[in-house]
Each structure stands twice: as C-alpha cells, then as structure tokens.
C-alpha cells in the first residue's frame, strides 16, 4: 500500500506541475486564467477612429513635394521682405525699386504654390482640415492685399520708403502667418521635413 500512495501522490504532483507550467507558457495567466489563451489585441473603436483619420490626412508623394515648393516661395519670400526692410532703410531708390519688384514676383510664387497646394487635397482631407485651411485662405488674402499695395508703392515714379517699408513690414507679418499656418497643416498631414519653413 505505501507504494501505491507513493505513486499517487507523484502522479497528483506531476499532474499539478505540468498545468501550472502550461498556464506559464500561455502568458503568465496562472492556474484557472480563461483556458490559458493570452490578452485580446482587439482595438479600441476610439483607437481605430484616430488611425483611419491619420490615414485619410496623410500627405501623398506628390502633395509631400508640392508642399515642400510651397515652404521654400514663403521663406524665400519671406527673405525678401526682410532684405526690403533693411534697403528702405538706407533709402536706396533705385535698390528699393528692383528688390520691391523683385519680392512682389516672389510673393505672388508663394501665394500660387499656396493655392495649388491646397487644390491638391481631396475632399476628406479639406474636410478634416477645415480649420487650419480657412487660416490659409485668410493669410493668402492678406497677403495678396499687402504685395498688390507694394506692386502700387514700388511702380510710382516717386517712391516713398515710408510707405515701401511699411509694406515690407506687414509683407513679414503676413509671411510669418502663413508660415505658422503652414507648419499647423503639415502636422496634422504626417509632413515631417518642414525645416525650409523656419
């Protein structure tokens, strides 16, 4: 009789220690977890909501390289109202003339590649970015508005740097806007690569 209670109580604790290691290899759920299967994986409704959402704002290759044009019109542009700046400064007619000129041509680059940029959204992304492209459009008018009034300024036969520097000041503002604005839409599109924009 003692060998078989010997024999009992081995199989009794071989039985018991095969489960727990099985239960071990299931995920560390130990003895009487749900049958030993590992943690559900199934995604929040919220979770999938933001990753279908990211996935409809993320920008396409050729959107990616439209946006990049877009930031170097505006930083060049925005070079240009500056370099103005510091010519109306010195009140230097004829420079303040050819760089004026100049930097109308290059406002109105930015203001194109901005409105090609933006056709260039499909209609979920327009939607999604409603916002930030309503901040767009405003900061384009604004800008459209100040370079036709530098164009006027810098097309007289008498041109007055009061007037030319003014423009170039609010020339800056609005390209640093813009800028801003920009960098908001890029975020929210996936763009990465805006170093041209700062």
Do not use: Y
């Not at 279908?52 to 946006?67: I, N, R, S, V, Y």
């Not at 940029?117 to 901040?135: E, H, I, N, R, Y």
């Amino acid at each position: 009789m003692n060998r078989v209670s010997w024999l009992a109580c081995g199989t009794a604790l071989l039985f018991l220690h095969s489960s727990l290691l099985l239960a071990q290899h299931h995920g560390s759920h130990g003895v009487g977890a749900a049958g030993g299967l590992p943690p559900s994986t199934v995604s929040k409704p919220d979770d999938l909501s933001d990753f279908k959402k990211a996935l409809a704002l993320q920008a396409t290759p050729d959107q990616l390289e439209q946006f990049q044009r877009l930031t170097q019109s505006t930083q060049a542009a925005r070079k240009g109202a500056q370099e103005l700046l510091q010519l109306a400064e010195k009140q230097s007619i004829g420079d303040l003339f050819r760089s004026g000129d100049l930097l109308t041509s290059t406002v109105d680059e930015a203001h194109t590649s901005s409105q090609r940029f933006m056709q260039s959204l499909s209609p979920t992304q327009k939607s999604q970015l409603k916002d930030a492209a309503k901040k767009l459009a405003r900061a384009n008018s604004e800008l459209r508005k100040i370079n036709k009034s530098l164009s006027e300024h810098v097309s007289r036969s008498a041109i007055d740097s009061k007037e030319i520097t003014a423009d170039a000041e609010k020339l800056n503002k609005a390209l640093s806007d813009l800028q801003i604005t920009q960098l908001e839409i890029a975020n929210q599109m996936g763009i990465q690569d805006t170093e041209d924009s700062q």
